[in-house]
């Protein structure tokens, strides 16, 4: 669908950072700041540096860009890297859309291009990969392995160069990863001035955990000119979005600064930045606010018939004179709204998504995803689903159902898919992979449902805390938006947010996650297993018992009376003749069987002793002489 | 084949029509004791599903049953969905005719062997012969048997392909009766490709066509296994793979789904310390293929059928992932064997165990997992009690026609110093 003309597109993506000579390593600082409706501000950090490194023989001399990035490049196949740390969910009805997508947890993707590069190598390559980030980021993305990593085969799109060889794509999500200071600061460690100074020095963890949504990311890409494999360039952008509940400062009004957020203001730029800026959206929920200080600059961007206003401020002019000593910029409320919620909401993003369980019980259940679409157009929409080998999915119980926005209730009528990938998932080795794409009709929500079972496991597989649940990670819905409304995403060309000011094209491509699930399986008692040991050992021992003295004892007589019907009488007699067999036995020393037969005769049984008779119909029967002879006398 | 026979068939038809049509049914399809990962409907749809989008059912760990039944039901379920209970009803008809059948024919088997035998019989043992009432009492004991016992009923109303293996296993009762080798063969061969446990009939196969002759026992073994070669090939140009072999069989003996079922493999796995799996794994296996199948075979030589009668029992029992329909099919055959009954001791504690455990697995999987208020340790104790009483059932069987061989040639009342004298195994 839309690979061919992503490439093209990455073309100028090269060529964004003309200002880039050879052996040329550049980094940038960039801060955005927007208010979001219900008391919200999302601050946005990106830090980007980009090395051009030509031709050399080692990447380990590097300057700006962190070491391990660059050797990344020599030991893995990797030309694209996607991280994310993130805690919270964004959400989508009241904030927009985030300028960088992340899902809760921990998140990895990578592309692998390279020559004579197979799957296999590519999936060891990947683990590799991961263990290095699980090391660099202290996150526990030791734990991608084949059991949770899928191949999307849509979905994901490459932003490297050049894109159009053969290529490898892997995807991961650990739902359950819990995002920390122990995560920030080796994330801050990779820039070039640490959290010396700079915007980094802003991000104190005891701040930055306070948010409502925090997510840390980070993304390489390498991009090579198509006819020259050697004249690249290496492109490592790390981000971190934020969104205050203004609430949550516990203020007499609505005012606040960048030390409200940050605890601190800013002490100066990174002296190795080559720009370091603040843009202040200034439109829609920021109309309302008086900057203090006045900014110099502003600039308005339109994009897709979206136009937004923003207050720029230049750190590198801020500071030129050397007595300033830390900058803080005060965003003050009108008094006539004071102390009420500003709960004037942006206009309806045009795709909204939600997911959540139906069902109860331990046993089974069923993931629903709801896709709404309030653009007036048809939209396609494609979706991506991981689900865990711990639960089963049905494929042929898939089904889309569709009904108006205003409607409550979900009709009969089905939504045919316009493209269908699923590769199945087994227990401890593969999740199961689902890509699904259709067309939404204007103004329609889509309900996409598929039943799961939940299944048991092995006792020592559930976590610690088993019935917490486990979690399924989010699913990714994609589409493709034909107006730049609530979008403010990079272009895939561009590596600044600058580059996103008036960039209209002829469609965005816009992908949301979803919520992440928690389903409880089934849970074992886990103090049991010698007790369950013992016991099913016990009933196989109930069956061998008797089988085995079927198929081997013989039939023999013996007197009713021989045993005593009081139990004690019963335990003494069992005591006395089995002391009686033995001194016997002992003192007829090697007797023949049929002494030891004798012995027992004493004690009541008529006879032990076995006798086929020849040419009886029943030859295997066990017939006692004894039996005969007494029968006969009878007679 | 009196109109009786016809009447019964239709009853039994309208039961199950009857009650697939009422809300039992889909519940009785989600039930793990009906329901396993091996012969669930939903699986069987989910496979016909995959098979039909190209996709390779066997890459993932849903569908465990074989290609060849996959393809051939394909048409079935995709443009008829309707009429599968209808499908289901037959083929489960279609069994307890065979069933019918065979037990015609061997009630007449046993009469013939009879009247050559008489003479060595005791004289007071008239009640453990077969008499000429039971060439119509026994049949229909076994139809009636197959087809209102609430757990094929439901066996069949949830749609588990356990219909299909029961109409295979009658099917092979029916030949093995009959004497008919290269079908009784085939029918093996492919049920064992398909659920690897009724490889332990081929036992009885051999005691009743090699006629005590080394020569042919050998031959018949091998062509028991080009059979199986055949029918693996035939699967394996369904999807011109391989992979359906770890899907089924090797799904089957690995024990990789432990979803609770009525045997006692689940709970022990799942609570299996990892390095012991293993072996207990091939323990387990072995339990349920060759450990009984050697020394009963012995002493039950001259009783072919009594050997496969207590061979399905046990793999109903032992296997990895039993159902109730298994436990329904060999409760049909016990009247086959009725002239034992006279010395089966437990028959009132094995009804128990039963009723009790089934009605309280029921209660025990919800207080498990719908209510919290339970653990899995109730309903494994349900499962290991049925289990126990279903040992207790086989047990009583191989004792009682002990006995009755015994008494027949021995007579009933023996006599020791003019007392009446205990029979007992030593």
């Known amino acids: 669908m839309y690979p061919v003309a992503f490439v093209l597109l990455l073309l100028v993506a090269f060529n964004a950072g003309a200002n880039l000579g050879r052996d040329d390593e550049r980094f940038h600082e960039e801060l955005v700041v927007r208010p979001l409706s219900g008391d919200h501000v999302n601050t946005y950090f990106q830090f980007t540096t980009r090395w051009h490194y030509g031709e050399k023989d080692n990447l380990y001399h590097t300057q700006l860009t962190p070491r391990v990035i660059a050797e990344l490049l020599q030991q893995f196949a990797v030309k694209e890297l996607h991280i994310g740390l ?3 969910l964004w959400r989508y009805e009241t904030w927009g859309y985030p300028i960088v997508e992340a899902t809760s947890g921990a998140e990895m993707w990578a592309w692998f291009s390279g020559a004579n590069l197979t799957n296999r190598d590519v999936d060891s390559q990947w683990k590799a990969l991961a263990n290095v980030f699980s090391g660099v980021l202290c996150a526990s993305l030791n734990f991608v392995d ?37 995560n920030l600061t080796p994330w801050k460690k990779l820039l070039p001035c640490g959290s010396a100074s700079g915007f980094a020095s802003l991000l104190n963890s005891g701040h930055v955990h306070n948010t409502k949504y925090h997510s840390l990311g980070l993304k390489v890409r390498v991009l090579c000119e198509d006819h020259d494999e050697d004249n690249c360039i290496v492109e490592l952008t790390q981000t971190a979005n934020l969104v205050y509940d203004l609430r949550l400062f516990e203020l007499s009004n609505n005012d606040f600064s960048l030390r409200r957020l940050f605890g601190m203001g800013l002490n100066g ?9 603040i843009y202040v959206q200034r439109n829609e929920l920021g109309e309302r606010y008086q ?17 937004v206003v923003y207050s720029v401020y230049d750190m590198h002019e801020q500071f030129k004179e050397a007595g300033e000593r830390l900058f803080n910029v005060a965003w003050l409320a009108p008094k006539s709204a004071n102390r009420r919620r500003n709960l004037a909401k942006p206009s309806l993003p045009p795709v909204t998504v939600h997911r959540y369980l139906l069902g109860h019980g331990q046993e089974r259940g069923r993931i629903v995803t709801v896709v709404t679409n309030s653009h007036y157009d048809a939209l396609p929409i494609m979706l991506q689903e991981v689900i865990p080998w711990y639960v089963h999915a049905y494929l042929h119980t898939l089904s889309i159902r569709r009904k108006p926005q205003r409607v409550n209730e979900y009709g009969r009528q089905r939504l045919p898919f316009k493209l269908l990938h699923y590769t199945p998932g087994k227990q401890r080795e593969l999740p199961s992979h689902l890509e699904i794409g259709f067309m939404l009709p204007g103004q329609t929500s889509a309900l996409i449902s598929i039943d799961v079972d ?98 081997t004892k013989m039939i023999i007589v013996g007197r009713q009376t021989s045993a005593p019907k009081n139990f004690v009488k019963k335990i003494f007699n069992q005591i006395f003749r089995r002391g009686k067999a033995a001194d016997e036995a002992a003192a007829e020393g090697e007797g023949s069987p049929a002494a030891g037969a004798a012995a027992s005769d004493a004690t009541g049984v008529a006879s032990a002793r076995p006798a086929i008779s020849p040419g009886s119909p029943s030859g295997d029967q066990p017939l006692l002489e004894d039996l005969d002879e007494e029968e006969e006398e009878q007679d | 084949m009196d109109s009786k026979f016809f009447k019964l068939l239709l009853l039994g038809g309208a039961v199950r029509f009857y009650f697939c049509r009422t809300p039992l049914a889909p519940m009785i399809g989600n039930r793990v004791e009906f329901a396993t990962p091996l012969n669930s409907h939903k699986r069987m749809q989910e496979g016909i599903f995959l098979l ?4 390779d059912p066997y890459l993932g760990d849903l569908v465990h049953e074989s290609p060849l039944i996959l393809s051939a039901l394909s048409g079935l379920f995709q443009k008829y969905p309707h009429f599968l209970p209808i499908f289901y009803i037959i083929l489960d008809i279609c069994t307890a005719a065979l069933l019918y059948a065979m037990s015609l024919r061997f009630v007449k088997q046993k009469q013939d062997l009879q009247d050559v035998e008489r003479k060595e019989y005791a004289k007071d043992t008239e009640e453990l012969q077969f008499g000429p009432l039971d060439k119509l009492d026994i049949p229909e004991l076994v139809i009636v048997a197959y087809l209102f016992n609430p757990l094929t009923v439901m066996s069949c109303i949830g749609m588990t392909s356990t219909v299909i293996s029961n109409l295979f296993l009658a099917f092979f009762f029916y030949c093995l009766v009959k004497g008919m080798l290269i079908p009784c063969l085939l029918v093996l061969a492919f049920e064992t490709v398909r659920s690897f446990y009724p490889i332990v009939l081929i036992a009885p196969l051999l005691l009743v066509f090699s006629r005590n002759s080394v020569r042919r026992g050998v031959a018949i073994a091998v062509l028991f296994i080009v059979g199986c070669l055949i029918v693996a090939v035939a699967n394996y140009f369904v999807l011109n793979s391989w992979n359906f072999l770890d899907g089924t069989l090797g799904f089957i003996f690995y024990f990789r789904d432990l979803q609770p079922n009525i045997g006692l493999f689940w709970y022990f796995f799942t609570e299996m310390f990892e390095h012991f799996r293993t072996m207990f794994l091939i323990t387990f296996q072995l339990n349920a293929t060759v450990l009984y199948l050697v020394p009963l075979s012995i002493k039950l030589r001259k009783e072919p059928l009594l050997l496969a009668t207590v061979l399905v ?20 055959l016990l009247p086959l064997w009725k002239r034992c009954w006279k010395f089966m001791a437990h028959g009132f504690v094995v009804f128990t165990f039963f009723l009790v455990t089934l009605s309280m697995m029921g209660a025990l999987w919800h207080l498990w997992i719908y209510a919290g208020s339970a653990n ?27 006995k009755r061989e015994f008494c027949l040639f021995n007579g009933q009342k023996i006599l020791i110093d003019g007392e009446e004298a205990r029979i007992v195994l030593k």
Request: glycine fraction near 6%; aromatic fraction near 12%.
């Open chain 2, 376 to 402: 899995a340790n109730f309903y494994f104790g349900a499962t290991l009690a049925f289990s126990t009483g279903q040992i207790f059932l086989i047990t009583d069987l191989l004792f009682a026609h002990v």
């Open chain 2, 52 to 55: 039909q989008s190209g996709i």
């Open chain 1, 291 to 307: 900057l203090v200080p006045e900014p110099v600059h502003e600039v308005k961007t339109t994009r897709g018939g979206h136009s």
């Open chain 1, 269 to 277: 730029y990174c002296e190795l930045a080559e720009s370091s800026k």
């Open chain 2, 313 to 332: 029992a046990l793999m109903a029992v032992f296997r990895a992932y039993p159902s109730l329909g298994d436990v329904g099919f060999y409760l049909a």
């Open chain 1, 146 to 182: 084949n059991t949770n990593s899928i191949a999307p085969r849509h979905l994901i799109r490459p932003q490297f160069m050049p894109a159009n060889g053969q290529r490898f794509v892997r995807y991961a999500t650990l739902p359950r990863e819990i995002v920390c200071t122990e």
């Open chain 1, 86 to 88: 993130t805690q919270g």
């Open chain 1, 454 to 551: 939940y299944l048991l496991l092995k006792w020592l597989e559930y976590p610690p805390d088993a019935n917490h649940g486990h979690y399924i990670g989010s699913a990714i819905v994609s589409s493709q938006l034909p107006m730049g409304r609530n979008y403010s995403a990079l272009p895939p060309e561009g590596h600044l947010f600058e580059h996103s000011f008036n960039a209209t094209r002829p469609s965005y491509v816009l992908s949301l996650h979803t919520e992440a699930l928690i389903v409880s399986l089934p849970t074992p008692d886990f103090s049991m297993p010698y007790n369950v040991i013992c016991l099913a050992c016990t009933v196989v021992a109930l069956a061998f018992g008797p089988i085995h003295s079927v198929a």
